[in-house]
């Protein structure tokens, strides 16, 4: 196994510990998509083209989001030592799965806010099952957008009752269209109920109970929970919160660049005390993703939608060693 390396005047157990805490980032199907190379000036992240989701995620839209996310983990982490992180996102046009080289700017005590975003790191998770009717107060509401703003993304509340119902509608039409696709099936199946063991995939203890035929935003929570029946007594909650986040722009690095958003919006929500989970059906089949951009305004492209609400407390899912994301040395450029 290969062994880690110290990084600026860090300890390899202390760059362990960053890989560790940006690899318990969310992912499509828990494929943890990344791969890190540190050196003596830099920390490297690299998408892994071998855990790409080619029929949920054909251009590798999430896959890059994904990392995004990671990459917000990583500079929260390396805050914490009291390192100011400097970020460049796709540095290298010849190098696309080179998506962000964080280096070393100068020494800066970790703001309370980013204190409290990484004690929330270990704490989050996707939380497929009921949440309470209770709703999310406004303060939360707004921190929540706030959290989405302050790293240049959007984030859509879905509040009128109509632009809910055509969302609904859509949830079904896009959940509809992926399962009546036997390639997208047979990659959900490699990636999730994961056997007790693997350190990737989705287990099948995190998928939520079977939902009723008033349950359409979380049809997909249930799809990695082969077997699962109702929980008597545990209904979803009629008007769950959902929020689309959207970028400014679309392409490579405005998908990193949104995955750092929707990293920063979870753990808002976790810090916060509240439960999220993802209805990806409507971004991943194109022709709804349309839709959905012009429902909510036709200007900016929807990138994840996020149901948000109090839940009760749910399992973490598994994560490879620090020491097998490193980057074989062959694909490394510094
Ligand atoms: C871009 C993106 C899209 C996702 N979409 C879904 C989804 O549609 N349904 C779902 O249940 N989980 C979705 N997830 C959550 C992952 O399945 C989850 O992050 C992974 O299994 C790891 O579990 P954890 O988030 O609890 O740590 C998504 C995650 C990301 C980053």
Redesign the pocket.
């Known amino acids: 196994m290969t062994s880690i390396p110290s990084v600026w005047e860090l300890t390899p157990e202390q760059v362990d510990g960053l890989l560790a805490t940006a690899s318990?980032?969310?992912?499509?199907?828990?494929?943890?998509p990344w791969r890190f190379h540190p050196t003596a000036r830099a920390i490297e992240l690299r998408a892994d083209p071998e855990r790409a989701l080619p029929v949920a995620?054909p251009e590798g839209?999430?896959?890059r989001?994904?990392c995004g996310?990671a990459l917000f983990n990583l500079r929260l982490a390396v805050q914490q030592h009291g390192i100011r992180p400097i970020v460049t996102i796709l540095p290298d046009r010849d190098d696309p799965d080179l998506l962000a080289v964080v280096r070393h700017g100068g020494s800066k005590a970790p703001t309370p806010e980013q204190r409290r975003l990484l004690t929330a790191v270990p704490a989050?998770?996707?939380?497929?099952h009921p949440y309470s009717d209770e709703a999310v107060a406004p303060s939360d509401q707004y921190a929540l957008r706030r959290a989405a703003l302050d790293e240049g993304a959007w984030l859509h509340i879905v509040g009128e009752p109509e632009q809910r119902a055509a969302l609904r509608e859509m949830v079904v039409r896009a959940h509809d269209i992926q399962v009546a696709d036997p390639g997208y099936l047979a990659e959900l199946e490699r990636w999730?109920a994961a056997s007790e063991g693997r350190r990737d995939?989705?287990p099948a203890a995190?998928?939520?109970p079977l939902p009723e035929p008033q349950d359409p935003w979380v049809l997909?929570?249930f799809?990695?929970g082969k077997g699962r029946t109702r929980v008597p007594g545990k209904d979803f909650e009629k008007e769950p919160m959902i929020a689309v986040l959207t970028s400014h722009l679309s392409g490579d690095a405005a998908e990193v660049q949104v995955?750092q958003a929707?990293q920063r919006v979870?753990l808002t929500a976790t810090a916060g005390g509240l439960a999220t989970?993802?209805?990806?059906?409507v971004?991943?089949v194109s022709a709804i993703r349309q839709e959905l951009r012009q429902l909510i305004g036709g200007t900016r492209p929807p990138?994840?939608?996020l149901r948000i609400g109090h839940g009760w407390p749910?399992a973490?899912?598994p994560?490879r060693e620090s020491a097998d994301l490193l980057v074989p040395e062959r694909t490394t450029s510094t």
């Open positions: 318990r980032a969310p992912s499509l199907h828990n494929s943890q995620d839209r999430e896959l989001m994904a996310a989050w998770r996707t939380n497929r999730t995939g989705v995190a998928a939520g997909r929570d799809t990695g995955g929707l979870l989970s993802f209805l990806s059906q971004v991943e990138q994840a939608v749910v973490a899912t994560r």
